[in-house]
């Protein structure tokens, strides 16, 4: 039997009908059409499918839609204002980091998290929460370069 929830993407309010059987990644792709949250494995182990819940990196293809009600999301699309990249995304291109693009939403999106609940986190907390995702195209030396400097970039602001 469908069932409608509500919740906030990117600052939006949204209702939905899901018929209850639906991830998060689901909602997202299929029913609300943002697609830069990417399916990589459907096993949490990837880590491309990485959007922000009520503050806190989400596995959205683990994260079952029944639980979205009066959450707030934050998605790829929602962390640029318009075609202006947030300082996360510039200090991965600026490093290197970036090649396919396909594991990047998940990693700009747990940098976000990160950053907005720790701006001062460490290295190895940096480390920690890098550890979480896969990429097969850049090295993850670049990958980390660049999230040490948008963490730099956004310390200055």
Known sequence: MPEKITFTVNGKKRTVEIEGWEKLIHVLREYLNLTGTKRGCDDVSCGACVVVVDGEATK????PAKKLEGKEVI?????????????????LINAGAVQC???????????YAL???NSAASREEVIN???KHLCRCTGYEAILDGALLAQKNLNER
């Open 101 to 111: 693009g396909y594991c990047m939403p998940g990693i700009v999106m747990e940098l």
């Open 60 to 63: 959205s293809c683990a994260f």
């Open 115 to 117: 950053f907005n609940k």
């Open 75 to 91: 998605t790829i699309e929602g962390v640029s204002e318009g075609t202006n990249l947030h300082p996360i995304q510039t200090a």
């Open 129 to 131: 929460a890098l550890d």
